[in-house]
């Protein structure tokens, strides 16, 4: 139908659509006036079909919708609108259909927000099972779900009863179950940043910093929100220093693991020299140096045959000794203080 009939044809609609507002006991609210242009005119409609579903009354939104595409309105945004007052009805299939066939569409938003409706069918369709591995998930952590106690409701509540029972649990000393229902939450498909920040918050309750301003970046670069990005902002900011200190510990624990697990000679020295270089940055790490200690225990080894007779108390004494020395030497080569250039550590 063109445009020009569309409008004519505008106060009967009008008309039309106030009795069946009255007969659903609804007072129209955004379409009130018939003179003006089809498309301001079906915006209107558009406000009239969300008041409506909001304010209690999805049948009468759906009458609407389903009047104006009868009328010939055709705006894509009406299917929308109407899949989700059969949403509010409990016609999940009928709305779903709707929605399938409007995310073909090559409008971007309609097919995006098409999807995303999709998406939470998806997960309130699977909330009983989510529920279920909810409450075994507490059951092993041995916490009872006080927030989190019925899949029956829209996939807004539900997540934010995920959210509240990530707060309970966390204050009431089971960050690790906490952490837990926010993952599992996460794997099923939730996107709430706030997901996000309890789960940051239950790392750093754990003491993992390091993966929790991970979280938190995370978090602020999904969001366009200003006020999730100057809470991430100031969260970071908070718990940045100790985050880089666990990277450091973490990079540290990775050097000595390696060098620890080398056991052939010719890959010796190249884990001496990590260790070393570890130890000019960090000369107070007791792991470090200890780990140097035993590398340069497997090169005596190989290099001294009567290694094995020298008692342990001058063994130890030997080591100590020699793991000062390797690390001294390279903080003078590279400050080119050594003879002709020497270095215990081999280049």
């Known amino acids: 139908m063109d445009l020009l009939k569309l409008e004519a044809q505008q106060p009967e609609f009008l008309a039309a659509a106030e009795q069946l507002a009255a007969q659903h006991g609804w007072e129209l609210q955004q379409l ?35 009047l104006a595409l009868a009328k010939g309105y055709r705006s894509p945004w009406l299917q929308d609108n109407r899949a989700r ?28 927000a098409a999807l995303g ?65 926010m993952e599992l939450a996460l794997a099923k498909g939730y996107r709430s940043p706030w997901l996000q920040d309890n789960r940051a918050r239950a790392l750093v309750a754990l003491d993992r910093q390091e993966e929790a301003c991970v979280a938190w970046r995370l978090m602020a670069s999904v969001s366009g929100s200003v006020e999730i990005q100057t809470m991430a902002a ?45 130890l000019i940055v960090d000369p107070d790490h007791t792991p470090l140096r200890q780990a140097l200690i035993k590398v340069l225990e497997k090169r005596r080894q190989f290099e001294d045959p009567c290694w094995k007779k020298l008692s342990s108390l001058l063994q130890a004494e030997e080591l100590m000794l020699e793991a000062s020395e390797v690390v001294l030497s390279e903080i003078m080569y590279r400050f080119g ?10 280049q």
């Open 32 to 66: 009130r006036a018939a003179e003006q242009p089809v498309s301001a005119f079906e915006y209107a409609l558009l406000e009239e079909a969300i008041a409506s579903r909001e304010g209690d009354q999805p049948l009468f939104s759906l009458a609407l919708m389903e």
């Open 337 to 346: 203080m050594t003879p002709a250039g020497c270095r215990s550590v081999a």
């Open 234 to 278: 100031e969260l970071l900011a908070h718990h940045e220093l100790e985050a880089e200190q666990q990277r450091r510990q973490r990079k540290q624990q990775k050097q000595i693991d390696r060098a620890l697990a080398t056991h052939s000679y010719a890959d010796l020295e190249s884990a001496i020299r990590d260790l070393v270089d570890a």
């Open 117 to 181: 409706m999709l998406d939470q069918l998806k997960l309130e369709a699977q909330q009983p099972e989510f529920l279920a591995a909810a409450e075994q998930l507490a059951a092993q952590h041995r916490w009872e779900l006080q927030q989190l106690r019925t899949a029956e409701q829209p996939v807004s509540a539900f997540e934010h009863a995920l959210l509240e029972e990530a707060i309970a649990s966390r204050e009431g000393d089971q960050p690790l179950f906490s952490l837990a229902l």
């Open 85 to 112: 007052a059969l949403v509010a009805l409990d016609r999940q299939k009928e709305a779903s259909a709707i929605w399938q066939q409007l995310a073909c569409s090559a409008d971007a938003a309609l097919k995006a």
